[in-house]
């Protein structure tokens, strides 16, 4: 376990790109000083083979899963210990979330099954894919009432849904061929959207038939790979391959876009919003990774701070309401904290 703190961050020239049908339009925005650094802590994982997807329980449960050695893992952060469930048979467990009764929910990547582990009695019920084609489930998120779980499957190309009450599942096969849907998140109106790394869109799936909307994100080399939805309906993603932060405006039905501080090379991955409506995305493309935080309302760069460990690569994020604080999992062997108080209100 180790705690640091690194500064000096480097002043952001951004600009916004805004685009109607096909009709694209170039912004300039002012250039955004980016100078307060936020406190990161993590945690080393022992005998880890690649933890991530950390989820927020409690003040002091973050559960997490090791993709590699196939295991789940909980940490407790106030003392540092850790606790591992083995999941047997070469799950590959991808991501996990929590209820609020406390149970755990993983998708089992390599098994074609989405897990439910309840910790009091540390049993494991399986729920098999219906459909041999979505062998790979990947990213869970929890409707409004976490009555259902929604979930990609980007291999097999579907986006699905898990009723918790019967455990039936519903898939529907995304339209463009090879999209590979990646992130997930749900809107305010009870809409899921995920993003499509296969390609240069985004997509919406009806609540209740699952038909699937696909949004054309104007430049062909745009790459989505994660998500966040803000209170007004706007979707945020990060433009994986451009390294752009993005935005869609669902009534507008237009586009904008935002250069990262490392441009082209940025290689944004995991995102997260927190309770003040900013954005925290980590560029991966450059050693050490870097926590950078985008102001949704003022659209520019409030924080710049590299991950101590270096990262490798954090691929996903978590955002706890009750504390504050944004966990994550990171490819340098880490379960890490970000403290957001430092960035101010």
């Given at each position: 376990?180790?705690?640091?703190?690194?500064?000096?961050?480097?002043?952001?020239?951004?600009?916004?790109?805004?685009?109607?049908?096909?009709?694209?339009?170039?912004?300039?925005?002012?250039?955004?000083?980016?100078?307060?650094?936020?406190?990161?802590?993590?945690?080393?994982?022992?005998?880890?083979?690649?933890?991530?997807?950390?989820?927020?329980?409690?003040?002091?449960?973050?559960?997490?899963?090791?993709?590699?050695?196939?295991?789940?893992?909980?940490?407790t952060?106030?003392?540092?210990?850790?606790?591992?469930?083995?999941?047997?048979?070469g799950?590959g467990?991808?991501?996990?979330?929590?209820?609020?009764?406390?149970?755990?929910?993983?998708?089992?990547?390599?098994?074609?099954?989405?897990?439910?582990?309840?910790?009091?009695?540390?049993?494991?019920?399986?729920i098999?894919?219906?459909?041999?084609?979505?062998?790979?489930?990947?990213?869970?998120?929890?409707?409004?009432?976490?009555?259902?779980?929604?979930?990609?499957?980007?291999?097999?190309?579907?986006?699905?849904?898990?009723?918790?009450?019967?455990?039936?599942?519903?898939?529907?096969?995304?339209?463009?061929?090879?999209?590979?849907p990646?992130?997930?998140?749900?809107?305010?109106?009870?809409?899921?959207?995920?993003?499509l790394?296969?390609?240069?869109?985004?997509?919406?799936?009806?609540?209740?038939?699952?038909?699937?909307?696909?949004?054309?994100?104007?430049?062909?080399?745009?790459?989505?790979?994660?998500?966040?939805?803000?209170?007004?309906?706007?979707?945020w993603?990060?433009?994986?391959?451009?390294?752009?932060?993005?935005?869609?405006?669902?009534?507008?039905?237009?586009?904008?876009?935002?250069?990262l501080?490392?441009?082209?090379?940025?290689?944004?991955?995991?995102?997260?919003?927190?309770?003040?409506?900013?954005?925290?995305?980590?560029?991966?493309?450059?050693?050490?990774?870097?926590?950078?935080?985008?102001?949704?309302?003022?659209?520019?760069?409030?924080?710049?701070?590299?991950?101590?460990?270096?990262?490798?690569?954090?691929?996903?994020?978590?955002?706890?309401?009750e504390?504050?604080?944004?966990?994550?999992?990171a490819?340098?062997?880490?379960?890490?904290?970000?403290?957001?108080?430092?960035?101010?209100?």
């Amino acid at each position: 376990m180790f705690a640091l703190s690194w500064r000096g961050a480097a002043a952001l020239y951004s600009c916004a790109l805004a685009t109607s049908a096909l009709l694209l339009t170039f912004m300039p925005i002012a250039a955004a000083a980016a100078e307060n650094e936020i406190e990161i802590r993590e945690w080393k994982v022992p005998n880890a083979g690649r933890p991530r997807d950390p989820f927020a329980a409690g003040p002091d449960e973050v559960w997490f899963v090791d993709q590699v050695n196939g295991d789940l893992g909980r940490l407790t952060p106030s003392t540092g210990k850790f606790f591992k469930r083995d999941l047997g048979g070469g799950a590959g467990p991808h991501n996990l979330i929590v209820g609020k009764d406390g149970i755990v929910w993983f998708a089992g990547n390599r098994n074609a099954y989405i897990g439910r582990y309840d910790p009091k009695t540390d049993l494991i019920e399986r729920i098999e894919m219906p459909d041999p084609a979505a062998a790979d489930p990947h990213t869970l998120v929890f409707d409004q009432d976490q009555s259902h779980i929604w979930f990609t499957v980007q291999g097999g190309n579907f986006i699905g849904r898990l009723n918790l009450a019967d455990r039936s599942v519903a898939l529907k096969p995304v339209p463009t061929k090879g999209a590979r849907p990646y992130g997930i998140k749900v809107a305010p109106d009870g809409t899921p959207w995920a993003a499509l790394l296969g390609t240069n869109k985004l997509a919406s799936a009806d609540p209740e038939t699952l038909d699937i909307t696909e949004y054309t994100i104007p430049d062909e080399g745009a790459r989505p790979r994660r998500l966040e939805i803000t209170s007004d309906g706007r979707i945020w993603y990060s433009d994986y391959s451009r390294g752009t932060l993005g935005r869609y405006d669902p009534k507008s039905k237009s586009f904008a876009e935002w250069s990262l501080p490392s441009g082209e090379r940025s290689a944004p991955y995991g995102t997260a919003l927190d309770g003040h409506g900013r954005i925290w995305v980590v560029e991966t493309g450059v050693q050490p990774n870097r926590f950078v935080g985008f102001d949704t309302e003022t659209e520019k760069v409030v924080s710049i701070t590299p991950v101590p460990s270096g990262g490798g690569t954090v691929r996903h994020m978590m955002y706890d309401p009750e504390t504050g604080l944004v966990w994550f999992g990171a490819d340098s062997l880490t379960i890490g904290r970000a403290d957001l108080s430092q960035a101010g209100p």
